[in-house]
């Protein structure tokens, strides 16, 4: 893999990318936000790509960035950024990156444009290789040598062809043949048409004239000969065309034994020449091979690059493990020319493979077929060490139906933690398969290792979802169930005390008469009533938590409706020696809200304040209109429906008032660290009795239930003796 340098200002960006890229088994060398730092961390580490962000801390942004690495270091670059303007697409098209991702990407489509990249650059660096070998060996002929483009302008010229025209490469490049070599007859004086225009335009072979003379940019005209010639593609097609000449005059003052050694011909000045044709013509030859093969090695890595993007589009898209194997295997036998491609998936024990996936042109269909992985060792035994194999089917029992001259490529997949199944390709004949097929088939088999964990990871995940489903009718009918079987008996039971207290009375076993009948009476009344309470509370909760009942919206108008509900426990405060205060204000405006809902939640606030009030003190029921501040509902109930009418469209939305409710006793603080937690289950504040002042414990967390469900919120805060519960209730602009 590769060593990277990543340059993010984002850093949570930057680690989750500098993640990703381990995982996928690269090397993170330096992880920075600044341009700056990325020049001198590209300077000491040499990465062999650069992931670099277009918006950086500091002056210097990406695209100049990049520019300032590549004059150091010809490192390839991969841009990311969040911006798909025109603007910043030509900024950084102008820079020439590897690679160009529009922010957010997945982590496939990351490791897909590096790996694109990386073989880009590689590519290039061999192209650029053979150009400079090239251009080495066309400089090194002793002739003159001049290349040009089909339309005649030069593209080449060596140092002897500069010596013999009078023109320096730099300047003639671009230049039409005749601008640069002029030519005329020696005895007539009239220009002579260019031999390598005419080799283009006749498409074969043209012999300078024997009278030829070249008229050199400063000098005298000299004689010179020799063969112009056109540059060929494998297909015909004409790239341009070359000449090689030569100073005849020069040439013959050459010693002829100089001459026949040195060619090993005839020391003659017509064998010469024939023999420098011949040698211009092996080297026009080897130049239209080599252009031929570097092409098709291009166009080949160009057609792999869009395969492999294609699959790995597709496995991003894709969870359903079936279909990404079947488009991988009909992929790659299309994309490689395979005559078939199958995928077969090892078991949980890792001895047999089923073959589930199969594209077949004319070989026989394996699909369905189980291998014993003890049936060849010597194939299966490197794969699940994760090597790539190439063979032919001889003795290979689950391979008879194959011909023999039958090229296997075998390819594991495998992930992280173990091998997970393989890709085999076949191709009858004599050719096997290339190291640029090997290393496609390795890049597929790699991302169908992502693609396969992914899918099951989620079939894992559906599975978990159906069984909670289940789970969760399992709940709904136990519900159901639970609460019928726990409160009828209860039920029962306290019918049964009244009606044995009503016996009793009638035969006058109670009164004065019978004190400690009566008290134990009181104490089952008592008790019963306070396991009717737990059981209520406990399946009033699991049924809010379920929100197994729909929230029913009635107009409520506060002014009469809290004075009935404190009613009742007016008469309790009164017999607790307590003082219950009404503070209603008369401005209060009508609201949509669940009625059963919001009078537990009152009932539960005002009984609480006279179970913990000692005698003596006061509590307050107060309501009033607040302005907006209090009005924005907890998070944990954002997602509650909203009980108010919804505001019309197009109306000014002006920030919304509130009703604000309290309930407030004295004597009795609660510790400031006890707020958060006094609406927890069972909880009880450390510093009170419970034998004092008996309960469930369930009372509090069942109103900041109800509060929830009502999109409420509800507060709490005290101070020099006294306690208040805040309950905010929006209301709409």
Not at 10 to 27: C, K, M, N, P, Y
Not at 409 to 427: E, H, K, N, S, Y
Not at 529 to 557: F, G, H, M, S, W
Not at 650 to 665: D, E, F, K, M, Y
Request: hydrophobic fraction near 40%.
């Amino acid at each position: 893999m590769a060593k990277i340098l990543i340059a993010e200002d984002e850093r949570i960006v930057a680690w989750d990318i500098q993640d990703s890229l381990e995982r996928f088994g690269h090397t993170i060398v330096a992880n920075v936000a600044s341009g700056a730092e990325a020049i001198q961390a590209a300077v000491q580490t040499s990465p062999d790509l650069v992931v670099m962000d277009i918006y950086l801390q500091g002056e210097l942004d990406g695209i100049v960035t990049a520019d300032k690495i590549r004059e150091h270091l010809n490192i390839p670059v991969v841009f990311l950024t969040a911006r798909a303007d025109e603007q910043t697409l030509n900024r950084a098209l102008a820079s020439t990156p590897f690679g160009y991702l529009i922010k957010p990407f997945s982590s496939l489509g990351l490791q897909a444009t590096i790996q694109i990249a990386l073989h880009r650059y590689q590519f290039e660096q061999r192209l650029a290789q053979a150009e400079a070998l090239l251009s080495t060996t066309l400089a090194s002929i002793g002739d003159g040598t001049i290349t040009v483009d089909p339309a005649g302008c030069v593209t080449f010229m060596n140092s002897a062809a500069e010596a013999l025209t009078g023109w320096p490469q730099a300047e003639a490049l671009g230049q039409p043949i005749e601008t640069v070599m002029p030519l005329m007859h020696a005895q007539t004086g009239e220009a002579i048409a260019n031999p390598l225009r005419q080799a283009i335009q006749q498409g074969c072979k043209v012999n300078l004239p024997e009278a030829a003379l070249l008229c050199p940019r400063n000098g005298t005209p000299r004689s010179v000969g020799d063969s112009a010639a056109p540059i060929r593609q494998a297909d015909g097609e004409i790239l341009g065309g070359i000449m090689v000449f030569q100073d005849l005059a020069e040439r013959s003052r050459q010693d002829n034994r100089e001459i026949a050694c040195s060619f090993k011909v005839p020391a003659s000045t017509e064998d010469c020449v024939q023999q420098l044709c011949q040698q211009v013509q092996r080297l026009n030859v080897d130049l239209e091979f080599q252009v031929r093969e570097r092409t098709a090695q291009l166009q080949q890595a160009l057609e792999f690059e869009a395969l492999l993007k294609r699959i790995t589009e597709h496995m991003r898209d894709s969870l359903d493990e079936a279909q990404i194997l079947q488009t991988v295997v009909q992929e790659l036998a299309l994309g490689v020319d395979a005559d078939c491609c199958n995928s077969a998936l090892l078991n949980e024990n890792q001895d047999t493979l089923t073959v589930k996936y199969e594209y077949s042109k004319t070989l026989p269909v394996l699909q369905g077929k189980v291998i014993s992985m003890t049936e060849r060792a010597d194939v299966y035994e490197p794969l699940l060490r994760g090597e790539i194999l190439q063979f032919c089917p001889l003795n290979l029992p689950a391979l008879d139906p194959f011909p023999a001259h039958t090229a296997i490529l075998a390819c594991p997949i495998i992930d992280d933690q173990q091998v997970l199944g393989d890709i085999w390709l076949f191709r009858v004949g004599e050719c096997g398969f290339s190291r640029a097929e090997e290393r496609l088939v390795a890049q597929v088999a790699n991302q169908c290792a992502i693609a396969l964990r992914q899918s099951r990871l989620y079939q894992i995940a559906q599975r978990q979802v159906e069984e909670l489903e289940r789970l969760n009718l399992l709940k709904d009918d136990f519900l159901n169930c639970i609460s019928h079987e726990l409160r009828t008996p209860m039920s029962s039971m306290k019918l049964a005390i009244q009606m044995l207290e009503l016996s009793l009375g009638n035969v006058g076993f109670l009164g004065e008469t019978a004190e400690q009948i009566d008290r134990y009476l009181n104490i089952l009344k008592e008790e019963c009533q306070n396991e009717i309470d737990l059981i209520n509370n406990l399946l009033d909760l699991t049924r809010l938590n379920a929100a197994a009942d729909p929230l029913l919206p009635t107009l409520v108008d506060l002014k009469l409706w809290l004075p009935h509900i404190a009613e009742p426990y007016l008469h309790l405060a009164n017999q607790q020696q307590q003082t219950l205060l009404l503070e209603i204000a008369s401005t209060l405006p009508p609201i949509m809200t669940d009625l059963a809902y919001l009078e537990r939640i009152v009932t539960e606030l005002l009984q609480n304040a006279c179970k913990y009030s000692p005698p003596g003190e006061t509590i307050t029921l107060a309501a009033a209109v607040t302005d907006g501040q209090h009005n924005s509902p907890s998070s944990s109930s954002e997602a509650m429906p909203s009980l108010q009418p919804p505001v019309a469209e197009g109306a000014h939305l002006s920030r919304p008032s509130a009703i604000l409710l309290t309930v407030t006793n004295t004597g009795v603080v609660i510790p400031a660290a006890e707020y958060e937690r006094i609406f927890e289950r069972f909880y009880r504040i450390p510093n009170n009795n419970p034998w004092q002042h008996r309960g469930t414990g369930l009372g509090l967390a069942l109103v900041q239930k109800l509060v929830e469900c009502l999109n409420y919120r509800i507060d709490v805060e005290g101070g020099d003796r006294y306690t208040r519960f805040c309950l905010h209730i929006p209301l709409p602009s």
